[in-house]
Every structure is written in structure tokens, then in C-alpha cells.
């Protein structure tokens, strides 16, 4: 089952379907709160249940790639340690320009306010706000990092401006997220770069909407007695289509769940320590 709707209902919809047994795909985040998002992933494991989070971005082919990549030179230590993440995504034209959906003229469906999750409660209004702003934007990018190290990291600092936050990783990366630097009228940048002592490996990703279009991996070794620079060419996929053949084929069997309820719980801890860091700047 498909439930596309806004990610602070999903704490009084989704228990319904994984109570039914029924496998479900959500968009991201999996909640407003983590320890409703802890719960509905304790659901879906104790039931049996696929439970798939919408970070398409996971499925794209230059993510998956990338991450391969970067186990595989962690594994053999071939270019040595892996020192730092930098990931850059200021706002911009998400949309590449796609037409509007199709309509049959159906009224917008609405639902009562008192549905809505609240934030967590020791967040004042002001400050949920900031909260909620970063989870339905940023979210992408703290999982994707996750995905790529194949490990958790720890918000360290966040600059009072709000413009980026520096990490260290479960391995000792340093990691950094930078945000709203400026903005991108017209088009769309996202990018993750992550540097080992002897090489580097770089993942563009297209807008989302963009069909037809699959991340770039650029990559640089540096080891050995030739240095040289590789962009392999991968097939034109979009991550969204990507991501609905992907649990198809979970729930069918025939490969793992690429998203996981249990590590989108990770997300919203994240986020948490990025907004508890970022008040802190600002009051120092």
C-alpha cells in the first residue's frame, strides 16, 4: 500500500496498515516525532511488515553506485582512511520545469487540524517551526549520508545563521551539511563529496522531478603510481520510478528494503540534535 500524505499524519494512519499486515510505502519522514516513528518501526518489524520510507534518493542509480564505491575503498583501505563528507544543497528549482498532474477536477481532500502531529514538546512555537522546516527539506540529505557511510554520525555544531552543521561520523568523519548559502532560481544543486587521504568520490544528484536523469559519480583515485579521474556511465533512471520498483521487488521478495522504517527513526534524532545545537549557537 501507497500512503501519500503529508508526513505529520502518518501517526494516525500508518498503525492501521501495519496492523493489517498490509506492506506500505510513506513519504518522508516516517513522523513528526521520533519516538513515533520508533514505534510505527517496531510495528512493522514485530508484524513482519515491509515498511519502506520515500527517500528516493537512496534508489537513485549514482547514490547506489557511489555507495558501493565507497565500502568497497573502506574495505580494502586501498586509499586510505575515509577523512570527511561535504554535502552542499542550497534551495532551488526542485521541480525541473515537470508539468502539472493530471486532474479530474476532484476537490482537495482535507482533514481535521487536530490530526496533525504536534512537534516535540520541548520545542516552542517558533522553534517547531524551524524543526518541521528542516525535516520536510533537509531530511534527504541527513539520511543520504547515513546511506552512503553505511553509519550513523552525531550533530556536533550548527552555525547560529542556520547555513550549515558540522558531524562526526561512528568512524571519526567529519561531516558537513550546508544549506541555504543562496538560492537556485533555476536550476539544481546537490551534491555529496567524500574524501579518503588518497581519493575522492563525488555524487551530483538531478532535481527530483527530473525524469530521465540519474546522479553523476565522479571519482578521483589517487593511489598507486597513476592518479586519475573516472565518471562511469550509468543508465538514465529516475529515483522516483526507481523507488516504486525497488519495493515492489521488497515486498515480493526479491531484494532488501533500501529504506527502512527503522533507520528513518535516525532522521528525526538528527534532526533533533541539529536544532538543540543551532539554539545553542544563537544563545551563546
Given amino acids: 500500500m501507497v500512503a501519500v500524505l503529508p508526513y505529520g499524519l ?36 514485530s508484524r513482519g511488515v515491509v515498511y519502506q520510507v520515500g ?18 575503498w573502506r574495505a580494502s583501505g586501498e586509499h586510505g582512511r575515509l577523512r570527511y563528507v561535504r554535502v552542499e544543497m542550497p534551495p532551488g528549482n526542485w521541480t525541473a520545469g515537470i508539468g502539472k498532474p493530471l486532474s479530474a477536477g476532484d476537490a482537495k481532500a482535507r482533514y481535521a487540524g487536530q490530526l496533525q502531529e504536534p512537534v516535540p514538546e520541548w520545542m516552542d512555537p517558533p522553534t517547531g517551526k ?3 522546516a528542516f525535516i520536510n527539506y533537509y531530511i534527504h540529505q541527513v539520511n543520504l549520508v547515513r546511506y552512503l557511510l553505511g553509519e550513523d554520525y552525531t550533530v556536533r555544531y550548527a552555525d547560529p545563521s542556520g547555513v550549515t552543521f558540522s558531524a562526526t561520523s561512528e568512524g571519526g568523519a567529519a561531516i558537513t551539511l550546508e544549506m541555504a548559502a543562496y538560492h537556485c532560481r533555476d536550476h539544481w544543486e546537490e551534491a555529496y563529496t567524500v574524501w579518503f587521504e588518497k581519493g575522492t568520490v563525488r555524487l551530483d544528484l538531478p532535481a527530483p522531478t527530473a525524469r530521465q536523469h540519474s546522479g553523476c559519480v565522479r571519482i578521483y583515485r589517487g593511489a598507486g603510481e597513476v592518479t586519475r579521474f573516472e565518471e ?11 523507488q516504486s520498483r525497488l519495493f515492489v521487488a521488497t515486498v515480493r521478495g526479491e531484494g532488501p528494503n533500501l529504506s527502512p522504517a527503522v533507520e528513518a527513526v535516525h532522521d528525526l534524532e538528527t534532526a533533533e540534535q541539529y536544532v538543540r545545537c543551532l539554539l545553542a549557537s544563537r544563545e551563546a
Fill in 130 to 132: 524551524l524543526y518541521n
Fill in 55 to 72: 527517500y528516493m534518493k537512496r534508489c537513485d542509480p549514482g547514490s547506489r553506485y557511489a555507495k558501493q564505491l565507497i565500502g568497497e
Fill in 10 to 45: 502518518h501517526h494516525a494512519v500508518v498503525p492501521d496498515i501495519l496492523e493489517a499486515g498490509r506492506p506500505c510505502l510513506t513519504e518522508k519522514p516516517i513522523a513528526v516525532r521520533a519516538e513515533t516513528g520508533r514505534r510505527l518501526a517496531e510495528m512493522a518489524q
Fill in 232 to 242: 562511469p556511465v550509468l543508465e538514465p533512471r529516475w529515483s522516483m520510478q526507481e
